[in-house]
């Protein structure tokens, strides 16, 4: 259990790593305002260059360590600090050498201006604030996507609430999980199912975050039950591990029945990481064999993959995660990586293929490996809501 007094005063030391720097950047701009009204100041734009990206560096070192101890994100430091700081040197570089050149061009009577040092502090003001949002905004910001189909096969008067989450990456017990947990209760479904992905691969033998992910697991309750099925990053003796003695049916490639409404949940699991596609194809067939043709079928699969497969077996609705939706997206464009089969054809949201219904989550947590932060980037995460509509319903 975590001392509160620890608690606070981390997150003391928190606001510190992000109050310091920001003050030092604030007198690093004063003090260029300052000096840019001397010939000096004209003459000697590089140092000013200089002193600002150091001070932005600075500042985004303290943005990095903050989120440990403002209880948000737990990834590792050292490489993604680097990456910053070869992007902040590399502007500055950029910056220093477009001057040089505009130099060598202009007369020595008609110096060069600050007009490139304020576009530098433009760039880097603009990355900044992608940075904040990245960081602090965007991965907190948890989206609930409500979508309705009708659903051939089930049987019933009234339609039924399935709720899927996937990928929540479980490093620590973030405000991301409280709401996830605070959603999932408010929204009252009927089933929840989950597609895999409960730990992050830097955290997969962290006893602290082995507890966490179980807690927020244990937490998990529907009417109908809570049903999983495994991810891509855990193996398949420690997904059993962290599931042992929760109250979750988790379908190692099985088929669960559930009661008389004529639902049929399919599990396929991903014993050898996703990396044996003609397995898991293999075993959604033999699976799809034991289901009535008369029932609505609903596919748990960790990655969309199976896509074109389920819709030859016949599947009503196939869920799945994994892409993060990208996790990092661009304006106009989307994923720039879905570690997907199909790339971008199935990064995120509902497609519909034949008689199938898939939907692709953007799922709840981030990776980040060793390199990058962990991120969001126009591509909030996302619980998702479905009513399954019978035919006899009004």
Known sequence: MTNPSDSISGHWLGYLYLILPSLLLLLVSLWTMHRRRSPEGIRRPGRWAIAATLSFILLDSGMLAALPRL???????????????????????????????????????????????????????????????????????????????NAPGLRGDRPLRVLHLTDPHVERTTKREREVLELAQSLRPDLIVLTGDYLNINNLSDPIAQRDARDFLSQLAAPLGVYAVGGTVESPERVRILFEGLDIVFLDDQVWPLGENGLYIVGVDNPNWGREWERDQAALHRLMASVPEDAYSLLLYHTPDLARVAAEEGVNLYLAGHTHGGQVCLPFYGAIVTASRFGKQYEAGHYVLGQTHLYVSRGLGMEGFEVTPRVRFFCPPEVVLLTLVPEAAP
């Not at 992007?87 to 910056?95: A, E, G, M, T, V």
């Not at 965007?138 to 189909?149: D, G, I, K, N, W």
């Open 71 to 149: 209880e948000l994100s737990f990834g590792p430091l050292a490489f993604p600090l680097g990456s910053l700081l070869l992007l902040r040197l590399s502007l500055c570089l950029l910056h220093m050498l477009a001057t040089s050149l505009w130099r060598r061009r202009r007369s020595p009577s008609n110096p060069p201006r600050l007009g490139g040092l304020a576009l530098l502090w433009l760039l880097h003001l603009a990355l900044t604030a992608v940075l904040v949002d990245a960081l602090y905004v965007e991965p907190f910001a948890v989206q609930v996507t409500e979508l309705e189909l």
